[in-house]
């Protein structure tokens, strides 16, 4: 089974600058998260999306983050303009939803804004 | 408040075995998570526990539940050198499927 595809692996952008990362769940997992991973801390979550729906996007910065997820596979997330206390990895995961269901991550994109 | 609670830091023998200790606060949580993050990596899941469970092993991992205290922990028998990494606490929530995170554990193999 392929895992979750990420990319690119690797950006570096300067502040006002947007950037999008691409994200590609496991086949047939209907739950996908973004999440941010600061250095040092555990993952934030950014947004959880039901198929193509969202779930929860209470912690997405909206006046800079966009997310969606088109036909309830891919997703992309997109900042515009990026700020300093943007850089971070994002990471995606997948799941098969439902109470319990365990999350399978993708590898990251680390983002550095200068 | 929803929060998950570890120590940064764990640094054990080669061989020893790593016990790797964390809290939560919130009680209706459905599954407890343990993921594993090497360097440049996205989260491995190791193992998860029910909450209606007390214990669950899976080869040289051990996960201990203590629902009264809150107490989740994780060890690792005969730690090997490729155990390094940083160990994440995580906890789903009954009400929204939400999966909350720890800061991680980094744990430090010494020769």
């Known amino acids: 089974e392929a895992g979750v595809a990420q990319s690119p692996r690797y950006k570096i952008i300067e502040k006002r600058q947007s950037v999008a990362f691409w994200c590609n769940p496991i086949s047939g997992h209907a739950t996908l998260y973004w999440y941010q991973q600061i250095l040092g801390q555990g993952p934030k979550l950014l947004i959880q999306f039901q198929n193509n729906g969202v779930v929860d996007d209470s912690q997405l910065p909206k006046d800079r983050f966009s997310a969606e997820r088109l036909k309830g596979v891919d997703s992309t997330l997109k900042i515009q303009p990026a700020k300093l206390e943007d850089s971070a990895v994002y990471l995606c995961a997948s799941s098969l939803g439902g109470g319990g269901s365990p999350l399978h991550f993708g590898n990251g994109t680390r983002l550095t804004v200068t | 408040g929803e929060d998950v609670e570890q120590s940064l830091f764990l640094s054990v023998r080669e061989g020893d075995s790593s016990v790797i200790n964390c809290t939560y606060t919130?009680?209706?949580?459905?599954?407890l998570y343990w993921y594993k993050q090497e360097p440049g990596a996205g989260l491995q899941l190791l193992t998860y526990?029910?909450?209606?469970?007390d214990m669950k092993q899976d080869q040289r991992l051990t996960v201990l539940l203590n629902k009264k205290d809150k107490h989740l922990s994780l060890r690792i028998a005969d730690t090997q050198t490729g155990d390094s990494a940083i160990y994440f606490c995580?906890?789903?929530?009954?009400?929204?499927?939400?999966?909350?995170f720890g800061k991680g554990t980094r744990l430090h193999i010494l020769p």
């Open positions: 995580a906890e789903s929530m009954v009400r929204d499927d939400k999966i909350i």
């Open positions: 919130d009680s209706s949580s459905t599954y």
């Open positions: 526990i029910f909450s209606n469970m």
